[in-house]
C-alpha cells in the first residue's frame, strides 16, 4: 500500500465539507519542514520513549470541547493568533525523517515505544486524506517495527490504514468513544463520526486481528448497561476516564473550558463529577473481566506495559 502527499498550497484553507477555499475560510493550512520526528516523553505518557505527531492542531477544533491540548504549548507556540481548531500544520516530509531517526535507532539496536498522538488526530479527515502524512509513517514503521505503538484516534478514516496496522505486529489501535447515545453525540461533539460508525470500525479491527481497544474518554453521559455490552463485542480491551482523572488537575482545567456549563445547557447537568464512570466500570468488569478494564492514567499505563 503506497501512500502519497496531495498538492495543497501553505495557507489553503478547508471549508466545512473539507474543500479548500480562499484565506478567512474555516481551517488554515501551513506547512512545516520539520528536523526531527520522534519527540522523547514522560509524564502521562510514561509507558512510551516517544511520541510522533504527524500534523500540529487538530481540525476537530471546538467539537472535541474538552480537549485539553487548546490550552497546551502547541496552541500558544503554532496557532499565529488562531483559536484552536482553525488552524492546522502539516509535517509534509516527516515520513522521511522518521525513517532516518528509526534507522539509526536500529543500527543501536534500540527499538522505540511510540505514542500517536497526545496532541492530534493522526486520521484528522479533513487533512489526512490529502496529505496521507500518518499512512506514511505508518509503512516506514512496517519496516521498523518499533516495540509499541499505540493510535489514538476517534476518526474511522483509520479503517483505510488497517493493512499497514495489521503488518506491524505490536500495533495497538485506541479507539475513542465516548457515548453510547448518537443524541449525545449530535449535542456535544457534533464534527465527530457517529457511535455506531466508530464501533463498526473497532469491531472490523478486531475482526483483522489488530489489538483494539476503546478510550471512553471522557466520558459523556450514557446508559452504562447498553454501554457495555456495545465496547464488550467490540473491542480486546477498554480504558474509561472522566473530566476529573483525565484532566490531570483533579477538574479544575475542565472547569476553565467551560465543561459544567456545557453539560449544564444541553441538560446533562449531573454529568461532571468524580463519581460518573462507576457504574460504567462495574458493568464492563461484569462483562469483559478486570483484566481488560482500565481507568484512567493507571489504566492505561498498565494496559500499555501488558500489550507490549
Known sequence: MQVGVASVKPGAVLTADGRTG????????????VKSALTKTGGFLSGFSHSLTPYWGCSYGSSCFYCYVAES???????????????????????????????????RGSRPRIYCSGSTDPFQPRLEPRY???????????????????????SPL???????????????????IETDDDSVRRKLTPSCATVERRLAVARAATAR????????????????????????????????????????????????????????????????GPDTTRRLMAALIERMGEERVGYSRAGFNRGVTDTA
Open 73 to 107: 504549548q502547541v496552541q500558544r507556540f503554532h496557532a499565529d493568533g488562531q483559536a484552536w481548531g482553525e488552524w492546522v500544520t502539516a509535517k509534509i516530509n516527516i515520513g522521511q525523517v522518521l525513517e532516518q531517526e528509526l534507522d539509526r535507532l536500529a543500527r
Open 209 to 272: 486481528g489488530i489489538f483494539t481497544q476503546i478510550s471512553v474518554s471522557p466520558a459523556l453521559p450514557h446508559n452504562p448497561e447498553r454501554f457495555a455490552g456495545l465496547i464488550a463485542g467490540a473491542c480486546r480491551r477498554v480504558i474509561v476516564d472522566d473530566f476529573f482523572h483525565g484532566d490531570g488537575a483533579r477538574g479544575a482545567r475542565s472547569r476553565r473550558r467551560g465543561v459544567p456549563e456545557r453539560l449544564s445547557r444541553y441538560g446533562y447537568p449531573g454529568w461532571f
Open 132 to 154: 496521507g502524512l500518518s499512512g506514511q509513517c505508518l509503512e516506514v514503521l512496517g519496516r521498523f517495527p518499533p516495540a509499541l505503538l499505540v493510535l489514538q484516534t476517534r
Open 158 to 176: 483509520v479503517e483505510r490504514y488497517f493493512e499497514l496496522i495489521a503488518a506491524i505486529p505490536t500495533a495497538v489501535l485506541n479507539l475513542t
Open 22 to 33: 480562499q484565506k478567512g475560510g474555516v481551517l488554515t493550512i501551513r506547512h512545516r519542514r
